[in-house]
């Protein structure tokens, strides 16, 4: 590409050849390699207009970017103009209104760093590189969900550009219906969000639990019938992730409470026999945060998905999940997981925002990650049967946990809101600029 080519483009333009290509065109996900034609860096809302608008002019699509941890790459593409927002890492902390401004390439740790210091939480995921506009725009679960709700529920205001290049400010006073949208349907689809405004809360010290049943098979069907049976009815000072491997089981929780109440709380898990690990740790919201946060490597290879759960499963479709880690490809880094939801999520009426699974007890995903290029074609295959088998026992799709291959996607990320969102989509974005390849389609 010559540089007539990138005129009315302003911020940092990244083009093929430059020194910087390789690693700007690289996401987390490191199995998925794509080249942009054209990567631009934007510091402001006018670098973002511009984009939009040479994009346009151009006639070269557009993806957007902050973190880069869309398990897809759907916010990169081989030869399109990747919006990044990445420079845009602003965080305004008002303490009294308890509120903060955040802009749309902010990073979770430097977040959940900045509002520590004034004593705030935040409702925010667990990767402490995922930004928050694609955890917040697809609704954004994390270890705190069941106490503060999804990060999308502590949203109060948005302020994005939209397809003509201009700035719009969202929230339930001006564009509602944009704002609800926003709210759990919001990643690419409906122009470039630039900055966000939360509410807060303040917390403490809070209690980090790691249990882990490890070279236990046993454990394994015995932490899912535990998990969906004591769930529904759990504490809403309890949140956790968890999971079940080829050769055992884990979860990591936060409470907001002490130490002791969580001992006696954890009574259910703290029975399944075998434990290799029971930790319980009274300590600063921002120390759980951190020690959560240093499970996950800079960047990885890797497949996976997410579906949300309604209802219990039988003995016999447990007896299936535990079937498939034992077909797994590796003993560690396959898994099944699940992530709980229910409690502050469940008290908001389902339609008041867009997110879709609303009802639903928990996420479960299927994730498997490989470090040579070559094991790469068993992992997904696994990957692949899996997620065929629990699509049969579950209803709707996580959007931040997407998958390529899930039928009828739409329907399967936005179930009941897709017409709605369909309609919102026609008046906002009325030429489908904003657009890859699980987006939000026009109606027909
Ligand atoms: C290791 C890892 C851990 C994770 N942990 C959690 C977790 O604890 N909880 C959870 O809920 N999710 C989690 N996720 C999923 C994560 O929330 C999603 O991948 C999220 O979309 C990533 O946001 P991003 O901005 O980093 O990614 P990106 O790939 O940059 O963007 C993701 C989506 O949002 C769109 N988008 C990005 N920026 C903007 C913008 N400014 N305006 C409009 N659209 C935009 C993109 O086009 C794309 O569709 C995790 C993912 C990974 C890889």
Redesign the pocket.
């Known amino acids: 590409m010559n540089k007539l080519d990138c005129k009315g483009l302003t911020g940092t333009v990244i083009v093929p050849g430059d020194p910087e290509y390789e690693q700007a065109r690289q ?3 490191i199995a998925i390699e794509q080249y942009p034609a054209i990567i631009v860096y934007c510091f402001d809302a006018y670098d973002v207009a511009n984009a939009i608008l040479w994009s346009r002019a151009q006639g070269i699509e557009l ?9 897809e790459g ?2 990169n593409g081989t030869c399109k103009l990747v919006i990044d ?1 990445s420079p845009m890492n602003q965080i305004r902390v008002d303490v009294c209104e308890e509120t903060v401004n955040v802009q ?1 390439g902010t990073r979770l740790l430097p977040l959940y760093e900045c509002l520590y210091e004034y004593g705030f939480a935040f409702p925010g ?3 402490p590189t ?2 928050i ?3 917040v ?6 270890l705190s969900t069941r106490y503060l709700g999804l990060t999308a529920d502590s949203l109060l205001e948005a302020t ?1 550009i939209n397809y003509e290049g201009r700035q719009l400010t969202v929230s339930d006073d001006c564009n509602a219906e944009l704002f609800w949208a926003l709210k759990g349907a ?3 689809n409906f ?3 630039i900055e966000y405004k939360f509410k807060l809360k303040k917390v403490d010290k809070i209690t980090l639990i790691q249990l882990r049943w490890d070279d236990n098979k046993a454990a394994r069907k015995q932490f899912l019938q535990v998990w969906q049976n004591w769930l529904p009815h759990l504490d809403y000072r309890i949140s956790m992730f968890g999971g079940i491997t080829k050769t055992g089981a884990w979860v990591n929780s936060f409470f907001y409470g002490t130490r002791e109440e969580a001992r006696y709380l954890f009574q259910p898990m703290l029975d399944i026999p075998g434990l290799t690990i029971e930790n319980f740790q009274y300590i600063p919201f921002i120390k759980a945060v951190k020690k959560i946060g240093a499970i ?1 490597p800079r960047q990885e290879a890797f497949q996976a998905a997410g579906r949300f759960v309604e209802e219990k499963f039988s003995q016999d479709e447990l007896a299936s999940l535990v079937e498939i880690v034992d077909r797994a490809p590796t003993d560690r880094s396959s898994s099944i997981r699940v992530y709980s939801l229910g409690g502050a999520v469940r008290d908001i009426a389902v339609d008041e925002t867009a997110f879709a699974g609303r009802q639903s007890d928990y996420i479960m995903a299927i994730v498997s990650s490989w470090e040579e290029s070559s094991e790469e074609e068993r992992h997904r295959q696994w990957v692949e049967a899996g997620f065929e088998y629990i699509y049969s026992i579950t209803r709707g799709s996580y959007i ?2 997407p998958y390529g291959q899930t039928p009828n996607y739409q329907l399967a990320y936005f179930g009941i809101n897709l017409r709605r969102l369909q309609a919102i989509k026609e008046v906002v974005d009325p030429y489908n600029i904003f657009s ?1 390849p699980q987006s939000i389609k026009l109606p027909l």
């Open positions: 996401d987390y996900n993806r957007v970017r902050s973190g880069g941890h869309n398990y759907y916010s927002t749309a995921g667990t990767c995922v930004a506009s694609g955890l725009l697809g609704g954004g679960i994390g994005l919001g990643g690419g122009g470039v969000v996950y931040n946990f890859f």
